[in-house]
């Protein structure tokens, strides 16, 4: 089974196996995209409302690797879908595949080229330059806003 992100209704993505989403994807949606999401679910894609433990595991998952300031909700709720399903996501958003790496869910990429690694991001202050490995929204030293930092640059 195949999880897709809203990526794969806007760039027409297509596989002749059994597919899935959540309901926050058809949100995301206009014209063209939205029509293709709902003729698949009209063909029978499947629908997945993911356990509320399930997306709290993902949250905490993206939060150790840093990822979770850079993923939507509807983004987290794709993830806790694949994960429950046992399915392969399909996307291209480099912070989910980035969480579902961690998970060991695997993805399959559509119009760009995927992560070659998966990282743990660390966080820097824009006024001290303090390194931290867990986001807040300011420095707890000087109070300044952090920035998420390449752990292979520090």
Not at 29 to 50: F, K, N, Q, T
Not at 57 to 64: E, F, Q, S, T
Request: proline share 3%; with cysteine; glycine share 6%.
């Amino acid at each position: 089974m195949y999880v897709l992100d809203a990526s794969a209704f806007i760039n027409e993505y297509h596989t002749d196996e059994r597919t899935a989403t959540v309901p926050m994807v058809r949100e995301e949606l206009e014209a063209e995209s939205a029509y293709r999401y709902d003729a698949m679910e009209g063909s029978g894609m499947y629908v997945h409302i993911p356990e509320d433990e399930t997306v709290d595991r993902i949250r905490r998952a993206a939060g150790d690797t840093g990822d979770l300031g850079e993923l939507s909700e509807t983004d987290v709720r794709l993830l806790a879908a694949s994960f429950e399903l046992d399915a392969r996501l399909v996307t291209d958003d480099y912070a989910m595949q980035n969480v579902a790496e961690k998970l060991e869910v695997a993805v399959e990429v559509i119009d760009r080229d995927g992560i070659t690694e998966q990282r743990d991001w660390l966080f820097q202050c824009a006024g001290c330059g303090r390194e931290f490995e867990d986001d807040h929204d300011r420095c707890p030293v000087c109070g300044s806003p952090l920035s998420r930092k390449n752990p292979s640059n520090a």
